[in-house]
């Protein structure tokens, strides 16, 4: 089934990106989260969620993506899309990947932990991750 998720509205930054991005993004994704009121502690863990979902954007869905950062309904949210063969939740282990079951995962994991909602679709073409993480107290 293809998902189109709502476009958001007055996004906070919309761009494409590429491997060699990655450090600008995490400054650019930190920027944002100070913006829009995120406290620090919480603004480290949603730098290193989007972080993970874009190395992974880069790694399995053709090299390249696109990242759209926008507030609504009192979180922050970030949706990357890529152009690879796209996946579901289901891939996620359910207990943080080691030593037994081997490093595949590991990022997700650790984002659906990092963030309020995470959200995995398929686009027409590759995948849609949406993360959030709720603003304020």
Not at 24 to 50: H, K, N, P, Q, Y
Not at 90 to 109: Q, S, V
Request: aromatic share 4%; net charge negative; proline share 7%.
């Amino acid at each position: 089934m293809t998902i189109k998720p709502p476009a958001p509205r007055a996004p906070l930054l919309d761009t494409r990106f590429m491997a060699c991005d990655l450090p600008r993004l995490r400054l650019r994704i930190t920027e944002c989260a100070e913006r829009s009121g995120l406290c620090e502690s919480r603004r480290d863990d949603f730098v290193l969620a989007v972080h993970e979902v874009l190395s992974n954007a880069i790694e399995h869905g053709g090299g390249e993506g696109r990242l759209v950062a926008y507030n609504g309904d009192g979180m922050l949210h970030c949706r990357i899309t890529d152009d690879g063969p796209g996946f579901s939740a289901d891939i996620i282990p359910p207990e943080p990947p080691g030593l037994e079951t081997g490093e595949r995962g590991r990022g997700l994991w650790l984002t659906r932990h990092l963030t309020d909602h995470l959200d995995i679709g398929l686009g027409t073409v590759g995948a849609i991750v949406t993360l959030a993480i709720t603003l304020g107290a």
